[in-house]
Structure formats: structure tokens, C-alpha cells
């Protein structure tokens, strides 16, 4: 018989993974918030920074010491270069286009090379649930079109897609370095590597890699670096108590709270199209994690 997890287990997982979601939700925002003090490299490079900063201080306080494992540092070097180059390109996205239209382009290309890679790799199948999400991903993108109107497939929304194809290439490589490498010792990789990464193209264009900010700003920046560590923290208590595909449906709110944060603190409108194209990209995602349903067994 199945262990049953107690209710304030299953409340505490839940309530984290929503914070999860809307810590994901704000990110958009403040880096929005930010473009008016640096540019899209230098708003990465503070945030990786100020997180690695952190995490350091994290290993010194707890004494623990960066595991990663005895094998695959082919995955992990390719994780390390992937995942900060996923963050550039959606900071990209929220430059040049809304909130809004950044977080459901993002989904929608995470959704579909999520599906694509674990077929290829991991021997995923794409059931009916997952079927149907691709439906839904496919008829928001048209209506993003807005073939009656004005269409939203701009710049922003490219950076947004290409953003989630290579998050969807990141996520695939720290599946398979989960079981081998902790936590905090992937958040000290993909931060070492976001610094490296976003300060070298800032040499390579002759851009300032610091930059004079104001008071709060800095503040901002510094909620900005150290929720990627409270969102690392949360992702492991969270699904330590909630299963894999109701948490990551929980996750999903940042749809919800990315344009919601975006329009009472920075005025950002929607279109109606934009309205829906968002509900169908969240109908899509939780299609997505829905439990691969069981095949019936014929009685002989």
C-alpha cells in the first residue's frame, strides 16, 4: 500500500511550488523594470553574479562541498553553456516585447522541445494528454497571429521561442545530471557559467561590465540574483512533497502571475488575443503534465 503524504506535507509542497511560480512570474518583471538601467548582457551578468555570490556564501555557511558526480561532465559543461544562454535570450524577449507575450512564447517552445527532446532521448511517449497540448500550442500561436488584427509575432516573441527550445536542451541535460550532481552544485555551474558567458560578450562589444545604479535598483537586483536560490530551494521542498506532474502544473501559474505582476506594477496591457493565446498556452501546459493515462488489460 502506498504511503499517504500528510496534509501539511501536501500543503507545504503546494505552497511552495506556487512561490516557485510566482518568483518566475516577478523575474519577467524586474528585468523589464531593469532595461532602464542596463542592457539585456549586463541585466543577466548582475543576476548570475549576485546569485553565485550567494550560493558561495551558502556552501561556506553549510560547509558542504560541490558534488558532480563521477561521470557525464560532457552534459554538464553542455548544461553550464545552455541554461544561461536560455536566460539571455528571454531577457531578450522581455526588451523587446511584453511580459506577457515573453512567458507564453517561452512555454510554448519549452512545451514543444520538451516533448520532442524526451521522445528522442529519453523514450517519452507523446500520449493522447500530450497530444492535445500540442493542439493547443499550435492553435495559439495562430491566434497570436491575430489574423483579424495586428500581428504580435514579433521580435520579442522569436527571442521568447528560441528562449524555450534551448531551455527545453537545458532541462534535458539536468534530467540526466539530477541523479549524479545536487542541487546547489548545478546553481554554482549555470551561474559561474551565466558571469562568464554574459561579461565576455560585454568585452567583445566594448560594453561597461559595471554599471552606476541607484539605491533601490540595486535592491531590485539583488531580489533579482538571490531568487534564483530561493527558487532552487523551493523546486526541491516543493516536489520532495507533490508529484512530478501536479507540481510542475503548479509551476505553470507563472502564466498567470507574469502578466498579472506586468499590468499593477508596470501598466502592461492585453490584447484580447493576447487573453486568449495566454489561456490556451496554460491549457496547453497542464494538458502537458497530466499522467500518461494506463493502458486497459484485456482479460483472457
Do not use: C
Not at 524555450?164 to 557559467?193: E, M, P, R, W, Y
Amino acid at each position: 500500500m502506498a504511503k499517504q503524504t500528510p496534509s501539511s506535507h501536501r500543503l507545504i509542497g503546494t505552497g511552495s511550488l506556487l512561490l516557485v511560480g510566482i518568483l518566475f512570474g516577478l523575474s519577467g518583471v524586474i528585468a523589464k523594470y531593469l532595461s532602464g538601467s542596463m542592457n539585456a548582457y549586463q541585466v543577466v551578468e548582475y543576476r548570475f553574479a549576485i546569485a553565485l555570490l550567494a550560493a558561495f556564501g551558502l556552501v561556506i555557511i553549510l560547509r558542504k562541498k560541490l558534488q558532480f558526480g563521477e561521470h557525464d561532465k560532457k552534459s554538464l559543461i553542455l548544461f553550464a553553456i545552455s541554461f544561461p544562454v536560455s536566460v539571455i535570450l528571454f531577457t531578450f524577449a522581455i526588451f523587446y516585447t511584453t511580459v506577457a507575450l515573453a512567458v507564453f512564447s517561452f512555454y510554448i517552445a519549452t512545451l514543444v522541445s520538451s516533448f520532442v527532446l524526451g521522445r528522442l532521448f529519453f523514450g517519452e511517449r507523446i500520449h493522447i494528454y500530450k497530444q492535445t497540448a500540442l493542439m493547443l500550442v499550435l492553435l495559439a500561436i495562430f491566434v497570436f497571429t491575430d489574423p483579424f488584427g495586428s500581428s504580435t509575432l514579433g521580435v520579442g516573441f522569436i527571442f521568447g521561442l528560441l528562449a524555450g527550445v534551448v531551455q527545453g536542451i537545458a532541462s534535458s541535460f539536468q534530467k540526466k545530471l539530477s541523479n549524479t550532481t545536487d542541487k546547489l552544485s548545478l546553481l554554482v555551474v549555470q551561474t559561474t557559467a551565466g558571469v562568464a558567458l554574459s561579461a565576455t560578450v560585454l568585452f567583445a562589444t566594448g560594453q561597461p561590465l559595471f554599471v552606476e545604479l541607484s539605491t533601490s535598483d540595486w535592491i531590485i537586483a539583488a531580489v533579482f540574483g538571490v531568487s534564483m536560490l530561493a527558487i532552487s530551494y523551493l523546486f526541491l521542498v516543493g516536489f520532495k512533497y507533490t508529484n512530478l506532474n501536479t507540481g510542475s502544473i503548479l509551476v505553470s501559474s507563472e502564466l498567470l502571475f507574469g502578466p498579472l505582476f506586468a499590468f499593477l506594477l508596470l501598466s502592461e496591457t492585453l490584447g484580447v488575443h493576447v487573453i486568449v493565446g495566454g489561456l490556451l498556452t496554460a491549457a496547453a501546459a497542464i494538458f502537458a503534465h497530466i499522467a500518461e493515462p494506463r493502458k486497459r488489460q484485456r482479460k483472457k
